[in-house]
């Protein structure tokens, strides 16, 4: 059984940091792209920021275009999203994203975390 768990989230100040991971387990034979989205309360769930399987693509919301960056680490089956100068409407419930193919299929699928809230708020 393949999961994917998102961990890091909590209350910060305006102007703050947080990092955020996403470690995937289970039976994995390969993982594609990855990404996160978040949902603030009363939005819909938007994409964040993804990342290649081999870190050479990333790509990020404009709203968050040079203070957040996205990186893995493959050999940890992990991602992350470094969040810095955080604003008030960067809460949301972020949510960890992978494109996975398990052993004993031959498809890439999507696996979802079930989130992490971050909340910037003084």
């Known amino acids: 059984q393949v999961q994917v768990e998102e961990s890091g989230g909590g209350l910060v100040q305006p102007g703050g940091s947080l990092r955020l991971s996403c470690v995937a387990s289970?039976?994995?034979?390969?993982?594609?792209?990855m990404g996160w989205y978040r949902q603030g309360q009363g939005k819909e769930r938007e994409l964040v920021a993804e990342?290649?399987?081999?870190?050479?693509?990333?790509d990020y919301a404009d709203s968050v275009k040079g203070r957040f960056t996205i990186s893995r680490d493959n050999a940890q089956k992990t991602l992350y999203l470094q969040m810095n100068s955080l604003k008030p409407e960067d809460t949301a419930v972020y949510y960890c994203n992978a494109k996975i193919r398990a052993i004993a299929r031959n498809t890439y699928d999507d696996y979802w975390g079930k989130g992490t809230l971050v909340t910037v708020s003084s």
């Open positions: 289970g039976s994995i034979f390969g993982i594609g792209y």
């Open positions: 990342i290649s399987m081999s870190s050479n693509m990333v």
